[in-house]
């Protein structure tokens, strides 16, 4: 059987990661949610998506098992019977046919309610985030096993919850506390002098995390240095936080740099729940904690401040002394006044930095960053004109 993760039309709220990133590509604690489909069904997984440039083709199969991208949990689903269909509270949650149906088709097939949870926002994501690490880390049949030899003077609390891979460096004076929750080290990554690593937490391959930092709750993808005081935080992957600073309550997109000192606050000084503002919209989240939501290939100076609930698009740079709007639209030059970042020198640096990392930018990631860049031009000139962004700071 096959197995294909759609996006519904709800892909906007999880903007601005979903700018670059189909909804089954995001990261949602130790795996994305793909990730998360094939470990459930052991079986080759695709994405679906209307957005042109985004998602696989999609072949007709005689066979093939489609689910919404959003979903919080894979299982149940994998035996539902060819011809049906699965509605929660009016939201299509998974059916199984030969081929991608439209709404009127779908209305055609054995109809079950059945109740299965969706991610809404891209800070629900966030909220679920110790829980969810907590779930995918102990599930690991090999939790309690060390492949690398670490530092005599380390110290690990309750080993029987982490796991530590292959090449990788634990170096003097470094603090795993395991006793509030599971650590998984993946390969290939260092773990320099004095660091402080509190579960559940999860360091993808080929980390590096630097001297004296203390990472609380924390889902990291592969190929991500950082530095300083992060918690109940998820990098998409590729990404550099390598300096001092606080990060909290926040999710950071693929090939981001936050320069040194750069801090977010994630909670109000009166305590009350967190509004963001999205495109301009503005969201009541409910949550008490929340800070910064930044889109890939995003770029911050040094001491860049950040209020509760700031949404950042994707190739934006910040720079100056004040805060910054709780939203900047995507391609944002933002030094205490806002520009727009010229797309030519956006794709230029971007090229740079990803043959950093060994990789090349395709045709297809080109594309996506020219429409990108086309389709969020309004949202630009809206800046310009005066228009508001949630930029008061309260």
Known sequence: MKIVLFEDSKYNNFY????????????????????????????????????????????????????????????????????SCIINEGELIAYHFDKILSEVEIEKLSIIERDFPLYEFIWDILEDLESRLTEDLKEESSMGQILSPIDESAHIENRDMIFIGEDVKIENCVFLDASKGPIYIDNYSIIRANTVIEGPAYIGEGCLIKCGSFLNTVA?????????????????????????????HSYIGEWVNLGAGTTNSDLKNNYSAIRVYPEGREYKTGMQFLGLIMGDHCKTAINTSFNTGTIVGPFSNIFGRDFPPKYLPPFSWWGGDFKEYSLEKAIKTARILMMRRDIKMDDAYLERIKQLFLTTKGLREKVNKGGNFGAEVL
Not at 38 to 45: L, N, P, S, W
Not at 241 to 246: P, S, V
């Open 220 to 248: 990291i993808g592969k190929v991500t240095k950082l530095s300083g005081e992060i918690e109940e935080s998820i990098f998409q992957g590729y990404a550099n936080k390598q300096h001092f600073g606080f990060l909290g």
């Open 16 to 83: 601005p990661i979903s700018r670059m990133h189909s909804v089954g590509e995001i990261r949602t604690g130790r795996y994305t949610q793909k990730e998360r489909a094939i470990r459930e069904f052991g079986a080759q997984v695709m994405l679906y998506s209307g957005r042109e440039g985004f998602g696989d083709p999609i072949e007709k199969s005689n066979d093939t098992l489609f689910l919404n991208a959003r979903l919080k949990e894979f299982r149940g689903v994998g035996d539902l019977e060819y011809g």
